[in-house]
């Protein structure tokens, strides 16, 4: 019987309204106490004095590459930097190669993830057959193999009709729609935001109305249908309103936001480094002031990085033919906390719900709580120790990162999955 007591934490579990000094016993991979002064004889001991313990981070939004792009990710590696992030629970999109759109692909995700992966891996199975928008994927029978949501990822579905029969068969699944909200029509070659900065480097803009269309319509076609819909990494001012306004309808709408979308501006991107390109682009300072107003009053329910790993011999091209993507896991953290609490946006306990109780909502997820008898997935971080990023040291197989060499106040120090310290700050 293994025994693990994390001692001596200020523990935060948004699911039970906890926040406060106290231990956390677990055995067999369970939660099996909160206390004060737990009796740890026998037990292994983390003394976490100084630090907050929280449930495992769960990150809804992520791209492990395998299979058919493992020189970028695989299960293996891209779960080792999400635990090295402070996560313990991942969502694969389905832009594999196959794609991820029949219970085979689903099955073989899942067992990879059991042979290799440090964390635990939750699959997104594709809307349509191959993400090509014309005909609805095998969603059943993937449901059946254990897919958490649907979602043709980067490739949004353009046709109307399409995405309300899925939004139908959703419902009738119990699973909730992501979208990837862009009217490519409008965004067709565009490379960064449209606005002053893509004028000046001569790069065609992305307008922020492709983002915007996209989720009205979809709002309509979830209130038609009755559907769970998400806002995959919203990034436009007028989108998270139309998202604030579903909800005061009480529309099943939620949406997620990313720490690239609420840490920077285009303004912000050295000229034509390919680090900084990534889809939703980096919008304005009020885009981004709009971003964190969603987070701090409600709107947005979710932080999820889009950790998108690219090698360098695709991400180092010229600036329009690279690939869009950064990385997310390892900086995650550390930015929220910067741009969130740091700031005094948002309070401590907000913070975590938005890396673990509505995630876990959003999906259905029996994660994001420290509930007794509840799987004893922990994230361990701190407030105040100072940091570097060296994206060298990232257990990615990838490097592609605009925070690297970034300094940051606080962050990660342990991650715990089914009882097991799987990463620690030094370790």
């Known amino acids: 019987m293994s025994r693990l007591v994390v001692k001596g934490g200020r523990v935060i579990d948004p699911s039970q309204n906890i926040d406060r000094a106290a231990d956390v ?26 630090l907050i313990v929280a449930p495992g981070f769960i990150d809804m939004h992520v791209h492990l590459r395998e299979p058919g792009f493992e020189h970028s990710e695989t299960i293996e590696t891209g779960s080792r930097s999400a635990a090295a992030g402070g996560f313990t629970s991942i969502c694969c999109m389905p832009n594999t190669q196959p794609v991820n759109d029949n219970a085979t692909v689903t099955h073989f995700i899942l067992e990879r993830a059991r042979e290799r992966a440090v964390v635990n891996v939750y699959p997104i199975g594709a809307i349509t057959k191959n993400s090509a928008g014309e005909e609805l994927a095998a969603i059943a029978s993937m449901k059946e193999a254990g897919i958490v949501a649907i ?27 992501i979208q990837h909200c862009e009217d490519l029509h409008l965004s067709a070659g565009g490379d960064m935001h449209e606005g002053i900065q893509s004028t000046r480097l001569g790069l065609r803009g992305i307008p922020r109305a492709s983002e915007d269309v996209m989720v009205a319509r979809d709002i309509l076609l979830a209130e038609l249908t009755g559907a769970r819909y998400h806002v995959a990494h919203i990034s436009s001012r007028n989108a998270m309103q139309m998202v604030a306004f579903a909800k005061s309808k009480g529309l099943s709408v939620t949406a997620e936001a990313t720490p690239h979308h609420f840490a920077l501006t ?64 390892e900086t995650a953290i550390g930015l929220a906390l910067e741009r969130l609490y740091h700031s005094g946006r948002i309070g401590l306990a907000h913070m975590v719900s938005l890396f673990t109780e509505n995630p876990a909502r959003i999906l259905s997820l029996r994660r994001g709580t420290l509930k007794r008898g509840a799987a004893a997935d922990l994230t361990i971080f701190g407030l105040e120790h100072e940091w570097t990023y060296d994206v060298a040291r990232s257990p990615s197989k990838s490097r592609n990162s605009p925070f690297h060499g970034h300094k940051f106040r606080g962050g990660q120090v342990a991650t715990i999955v089914r009882g097991q310290i799987v990463w620690r700050l030094n370790g």
């Open 151 to 177: 979602s043709d990822d980067g490739k949004p579905v353009m046709n109307a009709r399409v995405i309300r029969r899925a939004m139908e068969f959703a419902r009738s699944s119990n699973l909730p729609v």
């Open 266 to 329: 285009n303004n912000d991107m050295p000229p034509y480094d390919s680090n900084y390109k990534m889809k939703p682009p980096l919008r304005d300072e009020s885009d981004v002031g709009a971003i964190v107003d969603g987070l701090a009053n409600g709107t947005i329910d979710a932080i999820a990085t889009d950790h998108a790993p690219h090698p360098g011999d695709e991400k180092m091209q010229e600036f329009e033919r690279c690939p869009f993507g950064i990385l997310g896991f």
């Open 25 to 50: 016993a677990i055995e067999d991979g369970s939660v099996r106490d909160i206390g004060e002064n737990i009796d740890a004889t026998g037990s292994e001991v983390f003394d976490a004095s100084g």
